[in-house]
C-alpha cells in the first residue's frame, strides 16, 4: 500500500528526494499546526518545531524516507485536521474535515501492518469532536440530504 501512496508524489517528480521532502514536509507542517491550534501561539509552534528536529533521534529518523514517517506524517496530520474541526462552524466544512481526517487515518493504518493501536484512540477523538460539533438530529438531516 505505501507503493500507492508514494505514487501520488511521483505523478509531480519521480526523484526520490521528492518523496523524502514530502513526508518530511508533512509531518512538520502537521505537528506545527497541530502545536498551534492547541496553544494559538505562532512563536511557540515554530520553537517547538525547531526543538522537535533538534532531537537526534528525530532528525536521524527524517534523513530516510521510511514508512514510520509517513505513518506518523498522516496520524499527526489528522490530529491536526481534529484539532481543527473543533473551531469550524460550517457544517458542510464539518462534514469535510471529518471525512479527511478519516481519509488520513486510512492512509496512515495502510502505511504500517501494526498502526491499528495508534489509530484507535485517534478514530474516538475524531468521532468524539465531530459528534460534539453535531447534535444527532442535525447530523441526520444533513446526511438526508445526499
Avoid at 40 to 55: G, N, Q, V
Avoid at 74 to 90: E, G, P
Wanted: proline share 2%; with cysteine; net charge positive.
Amino acid at each position: 500500500m505505501v507503493s500507492y501512496e508514494w505514487r501520488f508524489v511521483d505523478l509531480f517528480s519521480t526523484n526520490p528526494s521528492s518523496m523524502h521532502f514530502f513526508q518530511v514536509f508533512l509531518l512538520l507542517f502537521s505537528i506545527s499546526s497541530a502545536v498551534y491550534l492547541l496553544f494559538k501561539k505562532l512563536r511557540f509552534s515554530f520553537i517547538f518545531s525547531l526543538t522537535y528536529l533538534s532531537i537526534p533521534t528525530i532528525l536521524g529518523t527524517l534523513a530516510v524516507i521510511w514508512k514510520d514517517v509517513l505513518m506518523a506524517a498522516f496520524f499527526i496530520a489528522a490530529f491536526a485536521v481534529t484539532l481543527l474541526l473543533k473551531h469550524i462552524k460550517n457544517s458542510k466544512l464539518i462534514f469535510m474535515s471529518f471525512l479527511l481526517a478519516l481519509g488520513l487515518i486510512f492512509l496512515g493504518l495502510c502505511s504500517r501492518h501494526n498502526a491499528i493501536t495508534a489509530a484507535v484512540p485517534l478514530i474516538l477523538l475524531l468521532t468524539h469532536t465531530f459528534f460534539s460539533k453535531f447534535k444527532l438530529n442535525s447530523f441526520i438531516m444533513y446526511i438526508n440530504q445526499f
